[in-house]
């Protein structure tokens, strides 16, 4: 009897030391879990896009050295004489695309000039930027001509399409600036210009003219086209 006793006694310890182990476990289980808690950080940068635009000559009728061009009244074609010059001068260091310079000017200057002598400009306009653009507008501005030479040229131009690939002839600079509202050029796309100027039979000699065309590009839903109410897009 007494030594049942004993037994129970000893089984009892052994039982509460597994009991005391169990809780001490699960203890340690908890500290454990506790541990197991992770904060998520989530960092947000925001960056607006970039409206740009940039300028390049590509090329004149007549640049030094070459036979001028003139309309024999069917046609353009080039003589045995060099009277004539148009020259061009890259102005203001842009941007790069595509490890190509452009500018933020174009300067063409146009000398000797006389009846049916022909002179055309080739420039290249690019998107610098990161967000497409439409040009806005290409307006004749801030020029000089007291002997009204303006009045006695023809104006006309080319244009490339960089989304059809297609060049058409516009007849004079508002077509030209109709024309160009429909065109969109993507980040580094480019649009090909050439500019056509033609002097007339009854042109004032001895006289000097100075004149730009400003070429004004905006975001693509900035622009308001006078075609659909001036709504943007």
Known sequence: MIA?????????????????????????????????????????????????????????????????????????????????????????AGCVVDRLQYYDKVFFNITDAYPWYVAYENFTIVNCGTIPVFINSIVLTDGTDPAGMLDHVAIWAYVTDPNTNQTTRYTDLSALEQALYGIQIDPTWTVDISIWILFLQDVPLNSKATFEFTVTACQWNEVLYPTNGGNPQ
């Open 4 to 92: 049942h006793r004993k037994s129970g006694k000893k089984m009892f310890k052994k039982t509460l030391g597994l009991f005391v182990l169990a809780l001490m476990a699960i203890s340690v289980t908890g500290v454990v879990y506790a541990n197991l808690c992770i904060d998520f950080t989530m960092d947000h940068t925001i960056e607006t896009g970039t409206v740009s635009i940039g300028i390049l000559n590509t090329g004149t009728s007549d640049p030094q050295g070459s036979n001028d061009l003139v309309w024999d009244g069917f046609d353009f074609v080039r003589t045995h004489k060099d009277v004539a010059n148009v020259t061009s001068d890259n102005i203001d």
